[in-house]
């Protein structure tokens, strides 16, 4: 596997660790199981590590920064180095992110052996969600997409919706396109809060639902750029507290430290929000786990997703999700099931179906019973079985 700009087994919500890393990191040890051996390429300075058996990541320095802004300035460069150096017999390559797929081209092509990848994000899909204070993605990056949906033997996505958009935005062939759902770590992810404890000593939310004992507990996760609307979620509370001061909330923001475009406690006391609001850094999956345990809602305002891992992950927690109708989400999340899909990001929206949920605490707990459910259909060793057919049609290519 090629994963240039992060390690998959750094913690998610720091820098540019997100969800890409869980997914990979899943994908690998699921891959392990299945009697595959996985080598992981990716930059630094940490040099060849076992991580675990079975898997090998190998931290190359190119003696840069590992950001994607100075990696994308010197693709050329780094593709060189990894050319020179690349010397691993490897029966098929699958690279992450579109930094990777131009690496993994070249790797694939001096190999001659099949080339999978996966897009995670495309640039066209961001541009074309983006909001008025995003900056559009850059046309080295929208290019090199093209190429590699045009050259990389298999094109693994998420969901329907990324499928589509794949056609759509980058004439994809639809024959060379395998729909993969991610999975979920039902070890860590699960409903039972029995043991749990929140960072403030308390026992997490009852188990049958039941009216809220204190104030709503809302929690947001993940890397806070402003395409992931911690933003809206901010907006929405300080409506809520005008049109509905009955209503207490308890608001924890977690990975608040990762944002890159974003002065997230500043908004904070601009919006009169430090009584309501914690900003707090990210967490290793055990934690997060018990923080979607505790809470009564796991909110994801994005723009856009092509799955959004957080939500199932919460769900497995047996905890409702509210999300944006887009993309993925509208597939991780099943509306009046499972959740609530809000069309568009207007804080108004948002705080309305906040109090919503605060005010039906009956619906509430069904919501959570049927999300824990819907969410054991999805585990890495499926994600894994999936993408071992990507993988057996790729080298399969005549």
């Known amino acids: 596997m090629v994963c240039l700009h992060t390690c998959p087994f750094e913690q998610p919500g720091a820098g540019d660790a997100g969800g890409m890393n869980v997914y990979?990191?899943?994908?690998?040890r699921a891959l392990v199981r299945r009697d595959w051996s996985v080598h992981v390429t990716?930059?630094?300075t940490l040099g060849r590590q076992q991580v675990e058996p079975g898997i090998v990541v190998d931290h190359v320095d190119v003696g840069l920064p590992r950001t994607k802004e100075s990696l994308a300035a010197a693709l050329p460069a780094v593709t060189e180095r990894l050319l020179a150096r690349h010397r691993e017999e490897a029966d098929l390559l699958h690279a992450h992110y579109w930094l990777s797929g131009v690496v993994g081209l070249h790797l694939a092509a001096a190999g001659d052996i099949p080339l999978v990848h996966t897009m995670h994000t495309m640039a066209l899909v961001k541009n074309a969600h983006r909001g008025a204070a995003q900056r559009l993605e850059p046309e080295q990056r929208a290019a090199a997409?093209?190429?590699?949906?045009?050259?990389?033997?298999?094109l693994i996505v998420n969901g329907a919706s990324e499928a589509a958009d794949l056609v759509r935005y980058y004439a994809a062939d639809p024959d060379r396109v395998d729909v993969v759902p991610p999975g979920v770590d039902l070890g860590v992810f699960h409903p039972d809060r029995e043991a749990d404890h929140d960072d403030a000593g308390r026992v997490a939310r009852p188990v049958t639902g039941g009216p809220v004992p204190g104030p709503?507990?809302?929690?947001?996760?993940?890397?806070?750029?402003?395409?992931?609307g911690p933003q809206v979620l901010l907006h929405a509370l300080a409506r809520l507290r005008t049109d509905r001061p009955d209503i207490a909330l308890d608001v924890r923001i977690i990975g608040a430290a990762s944002g890159t475009d974003l002065d997230l406690p500043t908004l904070v006391r601009a919006l009169g929000l430090t009584d309501t609001v914690r900003l707090e850094p990210p967490v290793p999956p055990d934690r997060l786990a018990a923080a979607f345990r505790a809470a009564d809602v796991v909110v994801m305002p994005s723009a856009h997703e092509s799955f959004g891992l957080v939500a199932l992950e919460a769900q497995a927690c047996g905890t409702p999700v509210i999300a944006t109708d887009a993309g993925g989400l509208a597939e991780a999340v099943r509306d009046g099931e499972t959740g609530v899909l809000v069309p568009g990001r207007d804080p108004g929206a948002w705080a309305a179906a906040l109090a919503r949920l605060h005010d039906d605490p009956?619906?509430?707990a069904a919501l959570a019973a049927r999300a824990a459910v819907h969410a054991?259909?999805?585990?890495?060793?499926?994600t894994a079985a999936r993408t071992e057919v990507a993988?057996?049609?790729?080298?399969?290519r005549g």
């Open 376 to 382: 054991r259909a999805f585990t890495w060793d499926r």
């Open 362 to 364: 009956a619906g509430r």
């Open 216 to 228: 709503l507990r809302v929690v947001l996760a993940g890397r806070m750029q402003r395409h992931k």
């Open 24 to 28: 990979v990191r899943e994908l690998a």
């Open 42 to 44: 990716t930059l630094g």
């Open 145 to 154: 997409e093209r190429r590699i949906a045009a050259a990389a033997d298999r």
């Open 391 to 396: 993988y057996r049609r790729a080298l399969n």
